[in-house]
């Protein structure tokens, strides 16, 4: 199983960027798919998660920018990011609980991280 994240690079301030992240290999279940980031010196923290009946949540600091959704026929969970700032310079990993086979146990997996820099 792989999660590979798309989507990253340099915007301007109240700018926009779109961040896609596709699971591929052998998915029998698809469960909550989440966003993080790290900015540098900083711990990584949850950006927005979703699970697989739709419920949404936000950290607070991105609420009403960013929104978060997925599209389970293609395995892939996205991120729309609005009126972005300097502050939401970092690294973007993408995270999902995914069943590879049935009988097997559920296993969190990470994406390799896409960087997203806001700068004028």
């Known amino acids: 199983v792989q999660l590979v994240e798309s989507g990253g690079g340099l915007v301007q301030p109240g700018g926009s960027l779109r961040l896609s992240c596709a699971a591929s290999?052998?998915?029998?279940?698809?469960?909550?798919m989440a966003w993080y980031r790290q900015a540098p010196g900083k711990q990584r923290e949850l950006v927005a998660r979703?699970?697989?009946?739709?419920?949404?949540n936000y950290a607070d600091s991105v609420k009403g920018r960013f929104t978060i959704s997925r599209d389970n026929t293609k395995n892939t969970v996205y991120l729309q990011m609005n009126s972005l700032k300097a502050e939401d310079t970092a690294v973007y990993y993408c995270?999902?609980?995914?069943?590879?086979?049935?009988?097997?146990?559920?296993?969190?997996?990470w994406g390799q991280g896409t960087q997203v820099t806001v700068s004028s």
């Open positions: 995270n999902a609980d995914i069943v590879a086979e049935l009988g097997l146990k559920r296993v969190n997996y």
């Open positions: 290999g052998s998915i029998f279940s698809l469960y909550t």
């Open positions: 979703i699970t697989s009946g739709g419920s949404t």
